[in-house]
C-alpha cells in the first residue's frame, strides 16, 4: 500500500508538471460542453425564402408580409426571372422560392382556378429540412388561402411535448457530449502516457522493481480519475447552470453512473495501451478511429433506433451509448433507478470485460 | 586573413532566472581540434547550439566561418556539421537513406550522394547492412554513421556535442581516429566530452564549470599551469570550486 | 527544389514503413463510407405510435387506418386509456401518443372546433417536433377527407403544389456523403501532421535538421505534400464509394470538388502543422488538434444546420474552414453548382489556406 502512494505521488507531480496539458484536459471539456450546447440544433429556423411574383395583388402582398413576419422565416425579397431564381437556389441564397403564377388574380377575385397557383420550389439537398420548411411555408400559404376562400380550419390539435415543452436541442446534445468527451479524454490521457513510459523506457525501470505491473498502472489510474471528476463536475455545473438542463432525476445517482463510466473509459485506456506499439498508434486509436463510431453509434446526434439493424448492434459495444442513453433518462425524464438499470448492468459488465483485458495483456506483454 | 574559424566574445544564455551560459569567450583556429570539457549540466551543449544557429544567444556576439552567430546563422549552417548528443539521425530510415536525405538537403547532387555513400559505408565497415533499420545498428556504427553524416558535405568545421557517450573505450579510440582523419582533410573539429582522458587528443582544450569557460589552451600548457601529472587531474582541482556538479 | 524532392522522399518512406498508417489511411476511409450514410440520418421513420381510441367512431377508425399506413409511424399499441399510454412512453416503448377523445366525430360534424391531443416525448427535440408534425398533417388530410365525404368543406390544397429540387428522391445520405468526405479530410489531415514535427521533436531528430540549412519553406512544404497527397488520395476512394454503393456522383463539375479539396487538405494540414509546432509533447498536440476538430465537425454545418444556430454560433463559424469546403461540396455535388455560384466559398477558403499556410512556416522555429 506504502508503495502504491508513492507511485501515485510520483504520477500526480508529473501530471501537475505539465501545466499546460493539464489545462487544456481541465479547459477544453467546459468550453466544448457551452460551445456545443448553446450551437447545436435541429430545429429548422433561419429560412432563407424569396418570392416570384409575375403579377402583384392583395394576395401576394399579404402572403409576402406573412412569410417575412414568421420568426423562423429570412424573407429574401421579390425575384424577376427564372435566371434569378436559379441563381438563388444554386449559390444557397435561398431555400425556398415561392412561385406565384398568373392564376393567382383568378383566386383572389373568389374563384377556383384550374391549375396550380402557387409553387412553392426547395433546395431539398437536405430533405429533412426540406420538408419541415415547406409544411411551414405550405401551411402559412393555405392558412391565407382558406381565408381568401372563406374557409376555416375544423379542427384544432394540440401537441404537447413531454419532458421538453421548449424543445431544446441541448437537452438531447449535452447527455451526449458529456459521453463522448469523457470516454475520449480518460481513454486519450491513460492510453497515451502510457505508451510514452514504454516508449522512454522508463516502464522498463519500473517493472523490473518487484511492483507488480497492476500497481503501476493502477497507480497511474488515480490522479486521472481525479482529474476526470473534476471535468465531470465542471461539466454537470455548466449543464444546469448555465446551459439550463434539467437534471431532474437523482443527482447522485447521475454521478454514480457517470463514475462508473469513468472508471470504464480509464480501463479502455489501459487497454489500448497495451496493444499499442507507438504513441501515435495509441492517439490514432483513441482520437482517430474511434472519434467516428462514438459520434455516428452512441445516438449523440443520429438517433438508435433510425438506422439499420445491423448496425443497431453494432452500437450495442459502442460504451457512449449506454451511458448516453442512461443520463438522458435520468437527466431529462427524471425517472428513477429501474429504468436505468439495464444501461447500469452494461456499463458495469464493460467495465469488468475491459479491466480483465487490460490486465491479462499488461502481465503478458509487460513481463 | 583572419586565422581564427571560431571568434566569440561574452556570449550569454539565460532560461529564465538560470543561466546556463555565463559571459564566455574564446576562439577556434582553423584546422584544430578544440576540446569543449566539463561535467554534465556545465553548459557545454548550450553553448554549442548557439554556435550551430539551433539556441538564440541572451547576450553577446560573435562569429562562425565569417558569419555572424546573431543574424547570419542560416549561411552559418551550410558550412558547418553538427552532430547532436543524442543520436538524432531517422532510426526508421536506412542508413543508406538518411545519408541521401542530409546530402539532399545540403545540396549535394544525386549521382555525388551515391558515390560518397558507396565508399562511406565501405569505411564504415557496414555496407552490408545499408539496407537495414538504423534502428537495429549498434550504438557505435550509429555514432560513426552520424559523424560521416555530419561531414558528408565537406563543411569548414564539425561540432561534435559528446560524440562518444555511452560506447566501450575500443569503439572511442576508432571514433578519434575519425576525428583525425577529418582533420587531417583541413575541417576544424569542435567537440565537447566528459571522458577527461579524450581531453589529450585535442590541439587545444577549455574546461567550462557553472556556464563558465575557467581555463583554455593545449593540454600540455594546462598541466603545467595547474602542475597536474593529467587532464583528469586539472579538472578535478577546476570542479572542486564549482557550485553545480 | 531539388531539396524538396529529398524531403519528400523521407517522409514516404517514413510513412510506408509505419505499421499502422498505410492501413489506416485506406481501411478508414473505406469502411466510414460504407457505414456512416447507414447511420447518419435525421429523417425520422417508424416512430412508434400508440392510439388512446375513446371515440370508436368511423373518424377514428379512418385516423388509426391512414397513421398505420404511413411510412412515418409504426402502430405499436392501442391503450384503453392516457394513463396505460405514458406508461408506455415510460419504458421507451412509444414516442407519441395520440389520444382521440369521446364524441369527436359528432363535434366535427356538428361543425364545432373539436380538439385533439398529441402527446410527443420530445427529450429529442427534433424527433418530438417531427413526430408532432407529421401527425399534425395526417390528421389535417384525414380531416380534410373526412370533411369532403360528409359534404362539410372543401380544402385549398390543390392549389397549392410543392417542387422539391436537386435531391429528387429525398435521400438524406445524399445530403451527407458530401459532408462525410470533408469529415474523413478533417480527421484525416488534420490529426496526422498535428502529431508529425512534434514526434520529430520527441525523438530529436529535429535537431539535425534544425542544424542544415534547409529553408523554413522548403521544410515545411515536405510536410505538408506529402498529407495533401493523402487528403486527394482518400477523396478519390470515397468519390468511387459513393459513386458505386450509392450512386451519387457530383451533379457539377468534379475538377471545383478537387479544386476546393487542394485548398483545405492545405489548410487543415498546416493548422496541424501549427499546433505541432507549439507543442512539446504529442498528447499537448493531440488534445489541441482534438479540440479543433471536434469544432471543425460540429460546427461546420456537417452535422446540424448552421442556420439552426444562435446568432454568435453563426458568428464562429465563419472562422471555421470545413464550413465553407462542406457548402461547395454539397452544392457541386447535388445543386450542380459552378464557379459562379459558389465563388464566396473559394474566396475565403483561399484566405484561410494563405494565412494558415504562412502562419505554420513562420511558426516552424529552427532556433529555440
Same mark, same amino acid.
Given at each position: 500500500?506504502?508503495?502504491?502512494?508513492?507511485?501515485?505521488?510520483?504520477?500526480?507531480?508529473?501530471?501537475?508538471?505539465?501545466?499546460?496539458?493539464?489545462?487544456?484536459?481541465?479547459?477544453?471539456?467546459?468550453?466544448?460542453?457551452?460551445?456545443?450546447?448553446?450551437?447545436?440544433?435541429?430545429?429548422?429556423?433561419?429560412?432563407?425564402?424569396?418570392?416570384?411574383?409575375?403579377?402583384?395583388?392583395?394576395?401576394?402582398?399579404?402572403?409576402?408580409?406573412?412569410?417575412?413576419?414568421?420568426?423562423?422565416?429570412?424573407?429574401?425579397?421579390?425575384?424577376?426571372?427564372?435566371?434569378?431564381?436559379?441563381?438563388?437556389?444554386?449559390?444557397?441564397?435561398?431555400?425556398?422560392?415561392?412561385?406565384?403564377?398568373?392564376?393567382?388574380?383568378?383566386?383572389?377575385?373568389?374563384?377556383?382556378?384550374?391549375?396550380?397557383?402557387?409553387?412553392?420550389?426547395?433546395?431539398?439537398?437536405?430533405?429533412?429540412?426540406?420538408?419541415?420548411?415547406?409544411?411551414?411555408?405550405?401551411?402559412?400559404?393555405?392558412?391565407?388561402?382558406?381565408?381568401?376562400?372563406?374557409?376555416?380550419?375544423?379542427?384544432?390539435?394540440?401537441?404537447?411535448?413531454?419532458?421538453?415543452?421548449?424543445?431544446?436541442?441541448?437537452? !438531447?446534445?449535452?447527455?451526449?457530449?458529456?459521453?463522448?468527451?469523457?470516454?475520449?479524454?480518460?481513454?486519450?490521457?491513460?492510453?497515451?502516457?502510457?505508451?510514452?513510459?514504454?516508449?522512454?523506457?522508463?516502464?522498463?525501470?519500473?517493472?523490473?522493481?518487484?511492483?507488480?505491473?497492476?500497481?503501476?498502472?493502477?497507480?497511474?489510474?488515480?490522479?486521472?480519475?481525479?482529474?476526470?471528476?473534476?471535468?465531470?463536475?465542471?461539466?454537470?455545473?455548466?449543464?444546469?447552470?448555465?446551459?439550463?438542463?434539467?437534471?431532474?432525476?437523482?443527482?447522485?445517482?447521475?454521478?454514480?453512473?457517470?463514475?462508473?463510466?469513468?472508471?470504464?473509459?480509464?480501463?479502455?485506456?489501459?487497454? #489500448? @495501451?497495451?496493444?499499442?506499439?507507438?504513441?501515435?498508434?495509441?492517439?490514432?486509436?483513441?482520437?482517430?478511429?474511434?472519434?467516428?463510431?462514438?459520434?455516428?453509434?452512441?445516438?449523440?446526434?443520429?438517433?438508435?433506433?433510425?438506422?439499420?439493424?445491423?448496425?443497431?448492434?453494432?452500437?450495442?459495444? #459502442?460504451?457512449?451509448?449506454?451511458?448516453?442513453?442512461?443520463?438522458?433518462?435520468?437527466?431529462?425524464?427524471?425517472?428513477?433507478?429501474?429504468?436505468?438499470?439495464?444501461?447500469?448492468?452494461?456499463?458495469?459488465?464493460?467495465?469488468?470485460?475491459? =479491466?480483465?483485458? %487490460?490486465?491479462?495483456?499488461?502481465?503478458?506483454?509487460?513481463? | 586573413?583572419?586565422?581564427?574559424?571560431?571568434?566569440?566574445?561574452?556570449?550569454?544564455?539565460?532560461?529564465?532566472?538560470?543561466?546556463?551560459?555565463?559571459?564566455?569567450?574564446?576562439?577556434?583556429?582553423?584546422?584544430?581540434?578544440?576540446?569543449?570539457?566539463?561535467?554534465?549540466?556545465?553548459?557545454?551543449?548550450?553553448?554549442?547550439?548557439?554556435?550551430?544557429? =539551433?539556441?538564440?544567444?541572451?547576450?553577446?556576439?560573435?562569429?562562425?566561418?565569417?558569419?555572424?552567430?546573431?543574424?547570419?546563422?542560416?549561411?552559418?549552417?551550410?558550412?558547418?556539421?553538427?552532430?547532436?548528443?543524442?543520436?538524432?539521425?531517422?532510426?526508421?530510415?536506412?542508413?543508406?537513406?538518411?545519408?541521401? =536525405?542530409?546530402?539532399?538537403?545540403?545540396?549535394?547532387?544525386?549521382?555525388?550522394?551515391?558515390?560518397?555513400?558507396?565508399?562511406?559505408?565501405?569505411?564504415?565497415?557496414?555496407?552490408?547492412?545499408?539496407?537495414?533499420?538504423?534502428? @537495429?545498428?549498434?550504438?557505435?556504427?550509429?555514432?560513426?554513421?552520424?559523424?560521416?553524416?555530419?561531414?558528408?558535405?565537406?563543411?569548414?568545421?564539425?561540432?561534435?556535442?559528446?560524440?562518444?557517450?555511452?560506447?566501450?573505450? @575500443?569503439?572511442?579510440?576508432?571514433?578519434?581516429?575519425?576525428?583525425?582523419?577529418?582533420?587531417?582533410?583541413?575541417?576544424?573539429?569542435?567537440?565537447?566530452?566528459?571522458?577527461?582522458?579524450? +581531453?589529450?587528443?585535442?590541439?587545444? $582544450? @577549455?574546461?567550462?564549470?557553472?556556464?563558465?569557460?575557467?581555463?583554455?589552451?593545449?593540454?600540455?600548457?594546462?598541466?603545467?599551469?595547474?602542475? %597536474?601529472?593529467?587532464?583528469?587531474?586539472?579538472?578535478?582541482?577546476?570542479?572542486?570550486?564549482?557550485?553545480?556538479? | 527544389?531539388?531539396?524538396?524532392?529529398?524531403?519528400?522522399?523521407?517522409?514516404?518512406?517514413?510513412?510506408?514503413?509505419?505499421?499502422?498508417?498505410?492501413?489506416?489511411?485506406?481501411?478508414?476511409?473505406?469502411?466510414?463510407?460504407?457505414?456512416?450514410?447507414?447511420? +447518419?440520418?435525421?429523417?425520422?421513420?417508424?416512430?412508434?405510435?400508440?392510439?388512446?381510441?375513446?371515440?370508436?367512431?368511423?373518424?377514428?377508425?379512418?385516423?388509426?387506418?391512414?397513421?398505420?399506413?404511413?411510412?412515418?409511424?409504426?402502430?405499436?399499441?392501442?391503450?384503453?386509456?392516457?394513463?396505460?399510454?405514458?406508461?408506455?412512453?415510460?419504458?421507451?416503448? #412509444?414516442? !407519441?401518443?395520440?389520444?382521440?377523445?369521446?364524441?369527436?366525430?359528432?363535434?366535427?360534424?356538428?361543425?364545432? !372546433?373539436?380538439?385533439?391531443?398529441?402527446?410527443?416525448?420530445?427529450?429529442?427535440?427534433?424527433?418530438?417536433?417531427?413526430?408532432?408534425?407529421?401527425?399534425?398533417?395526417?390528421?389535417?388530410?384525414?380531416?380534410?377527407?373526412?370533411?369532403?365525404?360528409?359534404?362539410?368543406?372543401?380544402?385549398?390544397?390543390?392549389?397549392?403544389?410543392?417542387?422539391?429540387?436537386?435531391?429528387?428522391?429525398?435521400?438524406?445520405?445524399?445530403?451527407?456523403?458530401?459532408?462525410?468526405?470533408?469529415?474523413?479530410?478533417?480527421?484525416?489531415?488534420?490529426?496526422?501532421?498535428?502529431?508529425? $514535427?512534434?514526434?520529430?521533436?520527441?525523438?530529436?531528430?529535429?535537431?539535425?535538421?534544425?542544424?542544415?540549412?534547409?529553408?523554413?519553406?522548403?521544410?515545411?512544404?515536405?510536410?505538408?505534400?506529402?498529407?495533401?497527397?493523402?487528403?486527394?488520395?482518400?477523396?478519390?476512394?470515397?468519390?468511387?464509394? %459513393?459513386?458505386?454503393?450509392?450512386?451519387?456522383?457530383?451533379?457539377?463539375?468534379?475538377?471545383?470538388?478537387?479544386?476546393?479539396?487542394?485548398?483545405?487538405?492545405?489548410?487543415?494540414?498546416?493548422?496541424? =502543422?501549427?499546433?505541432?509546432?507549439?507543442?512539446?509533447?504529442?498528447?499537448?498536440?493531440?488534445?489541441?488538434?482534438?479540440?479543433?476538430?471536434?469544432?471543425?465537425?460540429?460546427?461546420?454545418?456537417?452535422?446540424?444546420?448552421?442556420?439552426?444556430?444562435?446568432?454568435?454560433?453563426?458568428?464562429?463559424?465563419?472562422?471555421?474552414?470545413?464550413?465553407?469546403?462542406?457548402?461547395?461540396?454539397?452544392?457541386?455535388?447535388?445543386?450542380?453548382?459552378?464557379?459562379?455560384?459558389?465563388?464566396?466559398?473559394? #474566396?475565403?477558403?483561399?484566405?484561410?489556406?494563405?494565412?494558415?499556410?504562412?502562419?505554420?512556416?513562420?511558426?516552424?522555429?529552427?532556433?529555440?
Amino acid at each position: 500500500m506504502k508503495r502504491f502512494i508513492v507511485f501515485i505521488k510520483k504520477e500526480t507531480l508529473q501530471i501537475l508538471r505539465d501545466y499546460r496539458t493539464m489545462l487544456i484536459v481541465i479547459l477544453m471539456p467546459a468550453v466544448q460542453i457551452v460551445l456545443f450546447g448553446f450551437a447545436l440544433s435541429t430545429e429548422i429556423n433561419n429560412i432563407d425564402v424569396a418570392v416570384y411574383a409575375p403579377i402583384r395583388n392583395n394576395t401576394i402582398n399579404n402572403i409576402s408580409n406573412r412569410i417575412a413576419s414568421n420568426s423562423y422565416i429570412n424573407f429574401k425579397g421579390y425575384l424577376n426571372n427564372a435566371q434569378e431564381i436559379n441563381h438563388a437556389m444554386k449559390s444557397g441564397e435561398t431555400d425556398i422560392v415561392i412561385a406565384f403564377s398568373r392564376h393567382i388574380d383568378e383566386v383572389e377575385a373568389g374563384a377556383m382556378p384550374a391549375e396550380t397557383s402557387v409553387e412553392i420550389i426547395a433546395d431539398a439537398s437536405n430533405p429533412v429540412s426540406a420538408k419541415t420548411a415547406t409544411g411551414y411555408v405550405s401551411s402559412i400559404i393555405s392558412g391565407n388561402l382558406a381565408e381568401t376562400a372563406g374557409a376555416s380550419n375544423p379542427i384544432k390539435i394540440e401537441p404537447h411535448m413531454l419532458y421538453n415543452p421548449q424543445l431544446q436541442s441541448s437537452y !438531447i446534445f449535452v447527455p451526449g457530449i458529456l459521453g463522448f468527451i469523457i470516454l475520449i479524454i480518460c481513454a486519450m490521457i491513460t492510453s497515451i502516457s502510457i505508451v510514452r513510459e514504454k516508449e522512454t523506457g522508463t516502464i522498463d525501470m519500473l517493472l523490473v522493481s518487484p511492483v507488480r505491473p497492476i500497481v503501476i498502472v493502477g497507480a497511474k489510474l488515480v490522479p486521472y480519475f481525479a482529474l476526470s471528476c473534476v471535468n465531470l463536475a465542471t461539466i454537470l455545473i455548466l449543464a444546469k447552470y448555465l446551459l439550463d438542463i434539467p437534471m431532474q432525476g437523482s443527482i447522485v445517482l447521475i454521478c454514480g453512473i457517470s463514475l462508473l463510466y469513468i472508471i470504464m473509459s480509464l480501463a479502455f485506456g489501459i487497454l #489500448v @495501451s497495451t496493444i499499442s506499439k507507438n504513441q501515435i498508434m495509441a492517439i490514432l486509436i483513441c482520437a482517430v478511429v474511434m472519434i467516428i463510431p462514438v459520434i455516428m453509434l452512441s445516438g449523440l446526434i443520429f438517433p438508435i433506433e433510425n438506422i439499420p439493424v445491423a448496425l443497431q448492434y453494432l452500437s450495442c459495444i #459502442v460504451p457512449a451509448r449506454w451511458y448516453i442513453e442512461a443520463m438522458r433518462i435520468l437527466m431529462i425524464e427524471g425517472q428513477p433507478f429501474s429504468a436505468v438499470l439495464k444501461q447500469t448492468v452494461i456499463l458495469s459488465s464493460m467495465t469488468v470485460i475491459f =479491466l480483465f483485458l %487490460a490486465i491479462r495483456n499488461l502481465n503478458k506483454t509487460m513481463r | 586573413m583572419n586565422e581564427n574559424i571560431i571568434d566569440i566574445k561574452n556570449l550569454t544564455k539565460k532560461f529564465g532566472a538560470f543561466t546556463a551560459v555565463n559571459n564566455i569567450s574564446f576562439s577556434v583556429k582553423k584546422g584544430e581540434i578544440f576540446g569543449f570539457l566539463g561535467a554534465n549540466g556545465a553548459g557545454k551543449s548550450t553553448a554549442i547550439k548557439m554556435l550551430c544557429g =539551433l539556441s538564440r544567444p541572451t547576450s553577446g556576439n560573435g562569429t562562425v566561418a565569417g558569419f555572424d552567430i546573431l543574424c547570419e546563422y542560416e549561411q552559418i549552417k551550410s558550412r558547418i556539421g553538427y552532430m547532436s548528443q543524442k543520436f538524432s539521425l531517422y532510426d526508421d530510415l536506412t542508413p543508406m537513406e538518411n545519408i541521401t =536525405l542530409f546530402g539532399g538537403i545540403y545540396g549535394l547532387k544525386r549521382k555525388d550522394i551515391a558515390n560518397k555513400a558507396s565508399t562511406l559505408l565501405e569505411n564504415l565497415g557496414i555496407a552490408d547492412k545499408s539496407k537495414q533499420l538504423v534502428q @537495429s545498428l549498434p550504438l557505435g556504427e550509429k555514432q560513426k554513421l552520424a559523424f560521416s553524416i555530419s561531414i558528408l558535405h565537406n563543411p569548414q568545421i564539425v561540432f561534435l556535442d559528446e560524440p562518444t557517450g555511452g560506447v566501450d573505450p @575500443s569503439s572511442r579510440r576508432k571514433f578519434w581516429e575519425m576525428i583525425y582523419e577529418t582533420a587531417s582533410k583541413g575541417i576544424t573539429v569542435f567537440v565537447t566530452t566528459h571522458y577527461m582522458e579524450e +581531453a589529450e587528443y585535442c590541439d587545444r $582544450i @577549455s574546461i567550462m564549470a557553472d556556464g563558465e569557460i575557467k581555463t583554455l589552451g593545449s593540454p600540455q600548457e594546462l598541466k603545467n599551469n595547474y602542475m %597536474a601529472t593529467s587532464i583528469d587531474e586539472v579538472f578535478r582541482k577546476i570542479a572542486t570550486k564549482a557550485i553545480r556538479n | 527544389m531539388n531539396t524538396l524532392s529529398f524531403l519528400l522522399e523521407k517522409e514516404f518512406k517514413q510513412f510506408f514503413r509505419d505499421p499502422f498508417m498505410p492501413k489506416m489511411v485506406i481501411v478508414f476511409p473505406v469502411i466510414i463510407m460504407l457505414v456512416i450514410p447507414l447511420v +447518419a440520418n435525421l429523417d425520422f421513420k417508424d416512430i412508434n405510435i400508440c392510439i388512446v381510441d375513446n371515440d370508436h367512431s368511423g373518424y377514428s377508425r379512418l385516423l388509426s387506418d391512414k397513421i398505420s399506413h404511413s411510412s412515418y409511424f409504426v402502430l405499436k399499441h392501442t391503450p384503453q386509456n392516457y394513463k396505460e399510454a405514458k406508461q408506455l412512453m415510460d419504458e421507451q416503448e #412509444v414516442d !407519441i401518443i395520440i389520444e382521440i377523445p369521446y364524441g369527436f366525430e359528432k363535434e366535427l360534424i356538428r361543425n364545432e !372546433i373539436p380538439q385533439i391531443p398529441i402527446v410527443a416525448n420530445a427529450v429529442n427535440a427534433s424527433k418530438g417536433a417531427s413526430g408532432a408534425s407529421y401527425l399534425t398533417q395526417i390528421i389535417t388530410e384525414t380531416t380534410g377527407e373526412f370533411a369532403q365525404n360528409n359534404g362539410i368543406a372543401d380544402s385549398p390544397a390543390e392549389l397549392l403544389s410543392v417542387h422539391n429540387l436537386y435531391n429528387p428522391t429525398e435521400n438524406y445520405r445524399h445530403f451527407m456523403i458530401p459532408a462525410l468526405m470533408v469529415m474523413l479530410i478533417i480527421i484525416v489531415c488534420g490529426a496526422l501532421p498535428a502529431l508529425n $514535427i512534434v514526434k520529430e521533436k520527441e525523438t530529436g531528430t529535429i535537431e539535425q535538421i534544425n542544424a542544415t540549412p534547409v529553408s523554413k519553406i522548403m521544410f515545411t512544404f515536405g510536410k505538408l505534400i506529402p498529407f495533401w497527397i493523402m487528403g486527394m488520395f482518400i477523396l478519390t476512394i470515397a468519390i468511387f464509394i %459513393a459513386k458505386i454503393v450509392y450512386g451519387l456522383s457530383p451533379a457539377g463539375s468534379v475538377w471545383i470538388v478537387y479544386a476546393n479539396a487542394f485548398l483545405f487538405t492545405l489548410t487543415i494540414s498546416s493548422l496541424g =502543422l501549427i499546433i505541432s509546432n507549439y507543442s512539446n509533447t504529442m498528447q499537448q498536440a493531440m488534445f489541441i488538434m482534438f479540440f479543433f476538430i471536434m469544432i471543425f465537425i460540429l460546427m461546420s454545418g456537417l452535422l446540424t444546420p448552421i442556420e439552426s444556430m444562435p446568432e454568435f454560433a453563426q458568428m464562429i463559424t465563419r472562422f471555421v474552414p470545413p464550413r465553407y469546403f462542406i457548402e461547395v461540396m454539397r452544392s457541386v455535388y447535388l445543386k450542380g453548382s459552378g464557379i459562379a455560384d459558389v465563388y464566396p466559398s473559394f #474566396v475565403w477558403l483561399g484566405c484561410f489556406t494563405i494565412v494558415l499556410t504562412a502562419i505554420a512556416i513562420l511558426s516552424y522555429r529552427k532556433r529555440s
